[in-house]
């Protein structure tokens, strides 16, 4: 989930919690109910995206390496810890944000999550080489990041990482094409395009 700007509206789905909470999906924390802090254009990935995304992975993350360069309310991050992924990293530069995970993370005993503060495409670039299976990028629809956190993520994933993208639109076969990508699913929901994508 990103980080708040006044250009990225709430989306809500009928199966979505209030808007100030996020509902896990699946895995261990199924159905738990995390309170998320009331800032403006924060925008948890809706519940639909989240069950849509989680079965194209398949439910069981068990040892996976993610890394959530954009956490936010870590709404992608928890979904992850919760189908066993052995590490999460959960990048975020609001302070009031971070500390919300902090308390999630002790509410849950979700020892997978490593919370950190700060620039998610600058943190990215300290991670190994090759070293993440799933790498979570939900940036503000408004940023010009998208461009570096897609080279920051491709230096981290393995050969046959997955890359989860959300963006104000679908990205084309050629655009995916030209950074060296493939679309292996996609979904709209709402003003949502959701990418799952791979190394071409």
Not at 72 to 96: H, I, K, M, N
Request: aromatic share 6%.
């Amino acid at each position: 989930m990103s980080r708040p700007t006044a250009q990225k509206t709430a989306q809500k789905t009928p199966a979505q919690a209030r808007p100030h909470e996020v509902r896990i999906i699946g895995g261990q924390w199924k159905r738990t109910k995390l309170p998320v802090a009331d800032k403006p254009g924060l925008r948890p990935t809706p519940d639909r995206v989240r069950e849509t995304l989680f079965n194209w992975l398949g439910q069981d993350l068990t040892g996976w390496r993610c890394l959530d360069m954009f956490a936010g309310t870590g709404a992608l991050g928890l979904e992850a810890a919760s189908r066993g992924a052995l590490e999460v990293y959960l990048f975020e530069t609001d302070a009031a944000l971070v500390a919300q995970l902090l308390q999630f993370r002790t509410r849950l005993g979700a020892t997978a999550l490593q919370i950190v503060r700060g620039d998610g495409v600058a943190l990215a670039g300290r991670l190994a080489a090759g070293s993440i299976d799933l790498v979570l990028l939900d940036p503000p629809f408004d940023t010009t990041q998208y461009a570096a956190a897609v080279a920051a993520a491709l230096r981290v994933l393995t050969p046959a990482g997955q890359l989860y993208l959300e963006a104000p639109e679908h990205w084309a076969a050629e655009k995916l094409a030209g950074l060296g990508l493939v679309e292996r699913r996609h979904l709209k929901a709402g003003a949502v395009h959701a990418h799952l994508l791979g190394r071409a």
